[in-house]
């Protein structure tokens, strides 16, 4: 696939005063763990509070002047920034969701001027009603990830860690469906090839680890995961994403619930950062031994849309039911 650092920097431009220049900050604990500059990419200080904004906003302003509106069934990160996109760009978004989801999560995808139509009780069927709606109402439906628009605005994130620290020897990304490591692995090697790249999961339901180990695109059953803003699958007719992470990511990485767990309070008790499940990846990459620092190391805290009765219960050390599991607490240092 024909994607570069060029389409990186159009993107940067395409966002530019919308979504850009979050803060790059050192992270003293993580400093002295591991003897080298270690620094936090703060897209938890977006404007929806996840980096999701950029991919979002780069798609919805390269469509057509005379484009209807946009559609996308993500009840995440996805959908709160394609719905603040398309208000920023002032044209209609529609999020598709089923019956189940939390009501909780209906009024902030509303509340940021998006249509929400419920449809069914599954995420798949709302996912035909999205592929309905799309085409009875001509709505451009914008992936979450799997989409070069969309990659290139999650790969400003790498180019803007790579101009703020140019003595980055590591990058850790947060890694779920692949278009934010797709684009920042790009946009960091095009600047420096050095550079390692590293994407980090957690160790169930990684699809795209499966996948790669697989060499196509699997489907991988998905688990509840305190990191639930990496689950999901990579999707079996992968047209981007995949080919991108397995040539650009010099190694994946997997992570358990309690690594998840310990990061997360390691996160807030010495960086004071609240922060979900899958941002702290990169952190207990390190912190487990499963990623040595060879040098400045840099990495993504990528939103802090969660659920604050599992992030105070984690702070507290209490234990955390997953539904099909319980991550056993413990107090931060017990
Ligand atoms: C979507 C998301 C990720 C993973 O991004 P992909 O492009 O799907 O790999 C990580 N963290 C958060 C908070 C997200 O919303």
Not at 27 to 44: D, I
Not at 176 to 195: C, F, M
Not at 198 to 219: K, L, N, T
Request: aromatic content about 4%.
């Amino acid at each position: 696939m024909d994607f570069s650092l060029a389409d990186i920097l159009a993107a940067r431009a395409a966002i530019r005063g919308h979504a850009d220049d979050t803060p790059f900050i050192p992270s003293p604990f993580m400093e002295a763990r591991t003897g080298h500059a270690f620094l936090l990419k703060l897209e938890n200080t977006q404007p929806i509070g996840a980096f999701k904004l950029r991919g979002a906003l780069n798609a919805v302003m390269s469509l057509p002047a005379d484009c209807a509106g946009v559609i996308c069934c993500s009840t995440g990160n996805h959908g709160r920034g394609v719905a603040y996109a398309a208000a920023q760009r002032g044209i209609r978004a529609v999020v598709c969701m089923s019956e189940l989801v939390p009501q909780a999560k209906v009024d902030g995808i509303r509340a940021l001027g998006a249509e929400v139509r419920i449809g069914g009780r599954s995420q798949d069927a709302a996912w035909a009603e999205s592929r309905r709606l799309a085409e009875a109402e001509a709505l451009v439906e914008i992936s979450p990830f799997d989409d070069p628009a969309v990659i290139a605005g999650q790969g400003t994130i790498g180019f803007e860690m790579m101009a703020a620290r140019p003595d980055l020897h590591t990058v850790l990304v947060p890694l779920s469906g692949g278009g934010l490591a797709a684009g920042v692995a790009v946009a960091v090697k095009s600047v420096n090839p050095r550079v390692r790249v590293v994407g980090v999961s957690m160790d169930r339901g990684a699809a795209m680890h499966a996948s790669i180990a697989a060499g196509r695109p699997v489907e991988i059953e998905e688990v509840p995961s305190l990191a639930d803003s990496l689950g999901g699958g990579i999707g079996l007719d992968n047209r981007y994403t995949f080919a991108l992470c397995r040539d650009h990511l010099d190694d994946i990485v997997l992570v358990s619930e309690e690594e998840v767990y310990h990061a997360m309070q390691v996160l807030y008790y010495e960086d004071r950062i609240v922060a979900e499940g899958a941002c702290v990846v990169g952190l207990a990459a390190i912190l487990s031994g499963k990623v040595a620092a060879g040098g400045a190391t840099g990495t993504i805290v990528t939103g802090r849309n969660l659920d604050m009765g599992v992030f105070t219960r984690i702070m507290c050390g209490e234990d955390v039911d997953l539904g099909d599991r319980i991550v056993k607490g413990r107090p931060y240092g017990a």
